[in-house]
């Protein structure tokens, strides 16, 4: 069972240092600005790495350089934090899904595919999409617009609370979390140094003894360690940052 335990580490810290060394072949070319110090802390860690992240967005769609220029279907969209971490162990992906339910991100989920990889994803509902053009024509007045995007805009201010709230309570989370649960494989150290300290102890004992005598049976336990966002310029905007 340890040396199930010790392939597996072995394997996820191989899944790990391919997916840091990689290229980011997001169309940023980098992570957020604003999750940053999220991720960084994430991937500190043995038990996780991020596989991909965006701390929030707001866009119009369509490919237009401007809701007056547009030939297509223009659409208004927030789209708040998402987040996928990769998690070494089953208790490992729990602990983070209870990160993120307890810091508003309600539609958080687990994942397990055929290799046996366990992803958390990170996700909230606070999201935000209207149409506002097709074909070229204009669905709704400019005084609509203004107020969605002061819509997308509070939104946007709601999911970076959320995101300060996750990271402290992760911070939490893994103190607490390496305070009462130390690595397997220095505890089973620990009890094998235990273990071999005893047996000394017992054998010196025995060599003390001056008369043979017939010698009592010791049992011994044995423990296996088995985005961006700003308000929307009505001509002249495809991405809007806050």
Known sequence: ??????????TFGQWKKQCLNKLDLSKKGSVDEDIQHVVSLLNSCEEFFTTSSCSGRIILTDGMSGLSR???DAVLKFEPLVLHIQC??????????????????????LTVNKKGKIITAVRSTHCLEVPLS??????VEHEYIHFL??????????????????????????SSDRLHNPHPLASQEQQ?????????K????????????????????????DGDSSLLELDDCLYLFT
């Open 149 to 174: 995007t002061q819509i997308a805009n509070q939104k946007m201010e709601e999911n970076f609370r959320r995101l300060q709230r996750f990271y402290q309570n992760l911070q939490t989370a893994l």
């Open 1 to 10: 069972m340890r040396k199930k335990k010790v392939a597996m580490e072995k």
């Open 192 to 200: 094998d140094l235990a273990h071999s300290k005893e047996t000394a």
């Open 70 to 72: 547009s030939n297509g």
């Open 134 to 139: 097709h074909d070229g024509k204009l669905l």
């Open 202 to 225: 017992i054998e010196r004992n025995e060599t003390t003894v001056n008369k043979p005598r017939q010698r009592s049976q010791h049992k011994t336990d044995c423990y296996h360690g």
């Open 88 to 109: 070494q162990k089953l208790e490992d992906a729990q602990l983070m899904h209870s990160v993120a339910i307890n810091s508003g991100f309600k539609n958080s989920g």
